[in-house]
T-cell receptor, first 114, second 113 residues
């Protein structure tokens, strides 16, 4: 299984809602990532988890809260988002946190904030 | 500051034409370099990567890239494109001690049959 899965595929939420994005991989990878991708733009790194510990937070606003419950799962909790947070949220995983390891990307969750 | 730049925003080619997409990086120290592809409606996939050694690297689907250290470049090439190569292409880099990938802005390739 060389797949990273993400749910839901699409999400529409209001600015007062609380929602969560989920990501799962069963490749035994020990590094997992959240990226944000706006239309016609490159992915921008948000968070890196290495061995289930948060290792990189790229100055992301606190309305985004990551969680890594175990080595296969990565969540992104959303609260009080703004319309400008609408984007494609990509999850990725790699065997380890080193850049020598290929990152495998999921299909993304397309988020719309009204 | 670390950065990756892609010169071509949108490239339009006919089938069988040759392709070269430019990528330049600005990094201190040694870098790892990547090309990713995003087909319409699909997830990002790795085309090829360069860490060290032979500066000409071959990837999947007939793509290759050449690392030219003196020019800080890692251009992607394919001798003969197909309609199915229509996609968004991203160059990315990471310093060898690091984890984070920095992506270029991407190049949209449209191939007409």
């Amino acid at each position: 299984d060389t797949e990273v899965t993400q749910t839901p595929k699409h999400l529409v939420m209001g600015m007062t809602n609380k929602k969560s994005l989920k990501c799962e991989q069963h490749m035994g990878h020990r590094a997992m990532y959240w990226y944000k991708q706006k239309a016609k733009k490159p992915p921008e790194l948000m968070f890196v988890y290495s061995y289930e510990k948060l290792s990189i937070n790229e100055s992301v606003p606190s309305r985004f809260s990551p969680e890594c419950p175990n080595s296969s799962l990565l969540n992104l909790h959303l609260h009080a988002l703004q319309p400008e947070d609408s984007a494609l949220y990509l999850c990725a995983s790699s065997q380890g946190p080193s850049s020598y390891n290929e990152q495998f990307f999921g299909p993304g969750t397309r988020l719309t904030v009204l | 500051a670390q950065s990756v730049s892609q010169h071509n925003h949108h490239v339009i080619l006919s089938e069988a034409a040759s392709l070269e997409l430019g990528c330049n990086y600005s990094y201190g120290g040694t870098v790892n370099l990547f090309w990713y592809v995003q087909y319409p409606g699909q997830h990002l996939q790795l085309l090829l990567k360069y860490f060290s050694g032979d500066p000409l690297v071959k990837g999947i689907k007939g793509f290759e890239a050449e690392f030219i250290k003196s020019k800080f470049s890692f251009n992607l090439r394919k001798p003969s494109v197909q309609w199915s190569d229509t996609a968004e292409y991203f160059c990315a880099a990471s310093n060898q001690a690091g984890t984070a990938l920095i992506f270029g802005k991407g190049t949209t390739l449209s191939v007409s049959s």
